[in-house]
């Protein structure tokens, strides 16, 4: 069982993962570690600062955010709410756990504010789906 590298703001992503992405590549990759994670929670996740496991897998043709600062900023935010550090790991199932309680699905609109993928409203549900008690959703 490999363990996985992330940012602060992909904890968030991944709970409304659909099976959406930047490219195929992208999507490929974030799927792997997504089904990891909902098949394994115990899977390692190490808490990393800038660009991860998901950002590894960015099209360069695509316009390249992983380092924009205000990206750094919604990592650091949620890391911080969380009252997680950088360098530490945790099994997925723990963070998953404190996002669900830290965190309700109104918290969407107020940290990824400039994100596409926001108003599909996915995230937001995935926060309402593990505060219900449920892990990860089947992708579609
Ligand atoms: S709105 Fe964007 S940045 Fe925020 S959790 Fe969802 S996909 Fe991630």
Known sequence: MNSVRLRGHHLLCLLGYQ??????????NMTTIYAQL??????????????DDLCAKFPSSKDYHCEDSHVHVRDRVILERLGYHEGRSYPW?????KIALIFDASDIDILCPTCPWRPYGLCAE??????????????P
Request: hydrophobic share 35%; no cysteine; proline share 2%.
């Open 19 to 28: 099976g959406l992405g930047y490219s195929h590549e992208f999507v490929s």
């Open 38 to 51: 909902r098949s394994m929670p115990q899977t390692s996740v190490t808490l990393i600062g800038g660009v």
């Open 93 to 97: 199932h723990i963070l998953q756990s």
């Open 126 to 139: 995935g926060i309402q789906r593990i505060k219900r008690g449920h892990g990860l959703a089947e992708i």
